[in-house]
């Protein structure tokens, strides 16, 4: 039962495009185990009850009702008022770029986020599009974008490159990407909590990227981002929202 459950609602899901947001799959899977657990409560109930049964059932139907209109509805809409996946301006305009200036196999180092909407608009391979942690992959991507030393940044995207047998690699760092540093790195091994240990970072009034402190400073993401110049990163695509190096490796 749980596995009927869980391929009935994950097939409209699949077919509205759900997926390209990971935790769309925690819904269904959630609607699914929470359809095969009526069920089986429903086999384990006594004759007399069949009040019960009846109302268990109808809850599994409701259950499996909205899985199926919900990603239809979304299907419709989609159709309807958009040409495919819904992303950011900004974002699809550098995603289309890539896949009109760069090769077939280029190789992209960006956080897990933007994974999916790569491989969707620009057709090419990120390293990671989906968090796993620990993963010596999800380290090895944070240790490129927060990177203090960048030369070790650039021996970590070579031995990518070799490993997934690319032509070149890039490396693709997102305005949002700021918020999600101290993830990073404490992913590479620095402190998660606030101090002079960990790396964070925010957005004055201006829009203008300030570093909390002199670790932050240093890594390659808030160098690159402030335009300052790095031997081994060379600029690629420039706009607010995101900027593309690629990787002399």
């Known amino acids: 039962y749980l596995f009927a459950a869980l391929f009935v609602t994950m097939i ?28 089986e409560r429903i086999q384990g109930l006594e ?72 491989a969707y608009f620009a057709k090419r391979r990120p390293v990671i599009d989906q968090m796993y942690f620990p993963d010596a992959v999800v380290k090895a991507v944070s240790a490129v974008i927060v990177a203090t030393d960048p030369d070790k940044g650039l021996q970590i995207a070579r031995t990518l490159k070799e490993r997934h047998n690319s032509s070149e690699v890039y490396l693709m760092l997102f305005r949002y990407d700021a918020f999600l540093v101290p993830i990073m790195g404490y992913a590479t091994g620095y402190d998660l909590s606030p101090g002079d240990e960990s790396i964070r970072m925010t957005v004055d009034d201006t829009g203008r990227l ?11 993401y808030y160098r690159l981002w402030t335009n300052q110049s790095i031997e081994g990163y060379t600029p690629f695509y420039l706009s607010k929202e995101v900027k593309i190096y690629r990787l002399n490796v």
């Open 210 to 220: 300030v570093g909390m402190n002199d670790l932050t400073n240093q890594t390659t």
């Open 47 to 118: 004759p007399q009850k069949a009040v019960w049964k009846k109302l268990a059932a109808v809850a599994v139907i409701v259950i499996i009702a909205i899985a199926f209109v919900n990603p239809v509805i979304g299907t419709v809409n989609e159709v309807r008022y958009s040409g495919g996946y819904i992303v950011q301006p900004e974002r699809e305009a550098a995603f289309l770029y890539i896949k009109n200036n760069t090769d077939a196999d280029s190789l992209f180092i960006n956080w897990w986020d933007y994974g999916n909407s790569l």
């Open 12 to 39: 409209p899901a699949v077919r509205a495009w759900h997926f390209m947001d990971m935790f769309s799959m925690f819904v269904y899977i959630s609607l699914g185990i929470g359809a095969a657990f009526i069920i």
